[in-house]
Each structure stands twice: as C-alpha cells, then as structure tokens.
Nanobody, 119 residues
Framework: QVQLVESGGGLVQAGGSLRLSCAAS????????MGWFRQAPGKGRIVVAE????????RYADSVKGRFAISRDNAKNTVYLQMNSLKPEDTAVYSC????????????WGQGTQVTVSS
C-alpha cells in the first residue's frame, strides 16, 4: 500500500509559480497511475493532472493546460506538479492520489497542501 505526502504549497502572487511534490512510501510506486487534484472552498474536488506509471501518458484539466506540468521520478518515488502563471482561481487544497492501474479508481490520497494565489 502506497502512502503519500504532499509538500510545496504556500502563498504566491498572481503570475507566480510553485512546485508541488508528492513523496510516496511503500511498494511498487512505479506501477501506479498518479494524479493531482484540487478542491477550492465551497467546491467539489476536481482532477488537475494525471500521469501514467511510466510517464508516457499525461492529461490535464482544460483550466490548467499550458500553465501546469506534471512529472514523476520513479527512482525517487515522487510525483511533481509545476504550476506557472498562477491565477487567484487556482487557490485550493491540492492533493495527490494513486491508482493501481489505468482505468481504476484512485484509492490512496495524501493529506493535501494549501495553495493560495493573491491578486
């Protein structure tokens, strides 16, 4: 069973950048699909970006395409979310999650990290 811990959140001005990290412990990180999600105050959780186990397949929400980049380093058991050109509407709690394989539900979640973008 994978355990996930996010870091890298914080307060940033609009137009700025942040890089989130999600460190995984446990077995077989390199076999898991990984995703970044966010939940803004009063709204439901949405998927921001997803990456396949080998990094060869990536998907983004339309709202972050061209601004965010997901990547992973299986040797370090870590997945990243580089966030550029941040907007106030990106303010949310960001969480990473893992799924056993493509098409299956995400079943392990980190505790989340707060990202606040000021205007």
């Amino acid at each position: 069973q994978v355990q996930l811990v996010e870091s890298g959140g914080g307060l940033v001005q609009a137009g700025g950048s942040l890089r989130l990290s999600c460190a995984a412990s446990g077995h077989n990180f390199g076999t898991y699909v990984m995703g970044w999600f966010r939940q803004a105050p009063g709204k439901g959780r949405i998927v921001v970006a997803e990456i396949s186990s080998d990094g060869g397949s990536i998907r983004y929400a339309d709202s972050v395409k061209g601004r965010f980049a997901i990547s992973r380093d299986n040797a370090k058991n870590t997945v990243y979310l580089q966030m550029n050109s941040l907007k106030p509407e990106d303010t949310a709690v960001y969480s990473c999650a893992s799924a056993p394989r493509c098409g299956e539900a995400y079943n392990t979640w980190g505790q989340g990290t707060q990202v606040t973008v000021s205007s």
